[in-house]
């Protein structure tokens, strides 16, 4: 291999990372071209009957079931939950927590305990349950 294909090969091999990051920005900035659904405004029936659907993990006996959220760390019922999605036919129906910016989705979403028995975990596996 002569020195100038060598630089060549070195140019391009060079060239393959800064491509990939141009399309990889390109794609993470998508987001903010593409405006967020907007929550779907439904009967209480009908809600609770989207959240049975959707959220099939859980039984769902009531909108005032509760829910922590791991990701903004509140504790959010039903009624707070927001059904996005499904306007225009090309999108699924979604469940999105109603904090402001949290991007979480139902297996964020666990049942909320007493500080207690989370202190109690706590200590079991950091002391791994010696």
Not at 9 to 34: C, D, K, N
Not at 54 to 69: A, E, F, M, N, V
Not at 77 to 101: F, M, W, Y
Request: glycine share 6%; charged share 25%.
């Amino acid at each position: 291999m002569t020195r100038e294909s060598q630089t060549v090969a070195a140019s391009r091999a060079h060239r393959a990372p800064v491509m990939f990051l141009q399309i990889a920005t390109e794609f993470a900035s998508l987001g903010s071209v593409i405006p967020p659904s907007q929550p779907i405004r439904l009967a209480a029936e009908d809600k609770l009957e989207a959240l049975r659907r959707i959220d099939k993990g859980r039984p769902w006996s009531s909108l005032d079931d509760q829910l922590y959220c791991t990701i903004c760390k509140r504790v959010i019922s039903g009624r707070q939950i927001e059904v996005v999605g499904g306007t225009n036919g090309l999108r699924a129906l979604h469940l999105k927590c109603s904090t402001p910016d949290c991007l979480s989705t139902p297996a964020d979403w666990i049942l909320p305990v007493k500080s207690d028995t989370v202190r109690e975990i706590d200590i079991f596996f950091r002391d791994n349950g010696a």
